[in-house]
């Protein structure tokens, strides 16, 4: 068995950058084999959710959006952000309203990624929604979304070829897939994944 155990001693710690999202350091650590390195990490503030909204006939919501560092467009689950102070259900509710109008009754959360973990602390915690009931959409005015409804099984496929490259919706597509093949899903949620 590996030893779980953190390895690396901090020696020290530099801040370069603050912003209201990420701070920037550079550490000075040590390993537990006497090996000192110097360590750039991005420190976040905020996490980042990603929400797949299930609807009783069995589709899903993409969203497509102009990606700037990406620079590219990128087709993607209702995703956002909140302050790591905030309850993750709760970004995640007003994410899915915002971006699609869509308000659930029934909410699960599937998986909390590790973004990128040998450069930043980021997490992603990533849900399925369901019992859905559609309102009107409120996206922030910077926000140039178009929204997609499409089968989940359609949205999987996207996945998997490469037509949908964020992370945390592919994780979160193959994590729901996974886990309606192995039946551990609620079963109300079962029947719309069928």
Same mark, same amino acid.
Not at 56 to 83: F, N, V
Not at 96 to 113: H, I, N, P, S, Y
């Given at each position: 068995?590996?030893?779980?155990?953190?390895?690396?001693?901090?020696?020290?710690?530099?801040?370069?950058?603050?912003?209201?999202?990420?701070?920037?350091?550079?550490?000075?650590?040590?390993?537990?084999?006497?090996?000192?390195?110097?360590?750039?990490?991005?420190?976040?503030?905020?996490?980042?959710?990603?929400?797949?909204?299930?609807?009783?006939?069995?589709?899903?919501?993409?969203?497509?959006?102009?990606?700037?560092? =990406?620079?590219?467009?990128?087709? $993607?689950?209702?995703?956002?952000?909140?302050?790591?102070?905030?309850?993750?259900?709760?970004? =995640?509710?007003?994410?899915?309203?915002?971006?699609?109008?869509?308000?659930?009754?029934?909410?699960? $959360?599937?998986?909390?990624?590790?973004?990128?973990?040998?450069?930043?602390?980021?997490?992603?915690?990533?849900?399925?929604?369901?019992?859905?009931?559609?309102?009107?959409?409120?996206?922030?005015?910077?926000?140039?979304?178009?929204?997609?409804?499409?089968?989940?099984?359609?949205?999987?496929?996207?996945?998997?070829?490469?037509?949908?490259?964020?992370?945390?919706?592919?994780?979160?597509?193959?994590?729901?897939?996974?886990?309606?093949?192995?039946?551990?899903?609620?079963?109300?949620?079962?029947?719309?994944?069928?």
């Amino acid at each position: 068995m590996p030893d779980p155990s953190n390895p690396w001693t901090t020696l020290s710690t530099q801040r370069f950058y603050e912003s209201r999202y990420v701070d920037v350091d550079q550490d000075e650590v040590r390993h537990r084999s006497g090996t000192d390195h110097p360590y750039t990490a991005l420190r976040f503030r905020i996490y980042g959710i990603a929400v797949l909204p299930i609807f009783a006939d069995g589709t899903t919501y993409l969203i497509g959006q102009y990606r700037y560092l =990406a620079q590219r467009y990128s087709w $993607e689950l209702p995703r956002g952000s909140g302050l790591k102070s905030a309850v993750p259900l709760e970004t =995640a509710k007003r994410e899915l309203k915002e971006e699609t109008g869509a308000v659930a009754g029934q909410w699960l $959360e599937v998986l909390r990624l590790m973004v990128s973990p040998g450069i930043t602390d980021e997490l992603a915690p990533c849900f399925v929604a369901w019992d859905l009931e559609q309102g009107t959409a409120e996206p922030d005015p910077q926000e140039d979304l178009a929204v997609r409804r499409l089968p989940f099984g359609e949205a999987v496929a996207a996945a998997l070829d490469g037509t949908i490259s964020d992370a945390a919706s592919v994780a979160t597509l193959l994590a729901v897939q996974a886990r309606a093949a192995a039946n551990t899903l609620p079963a109300d949620l079962l029947t719309r994944l069928r």
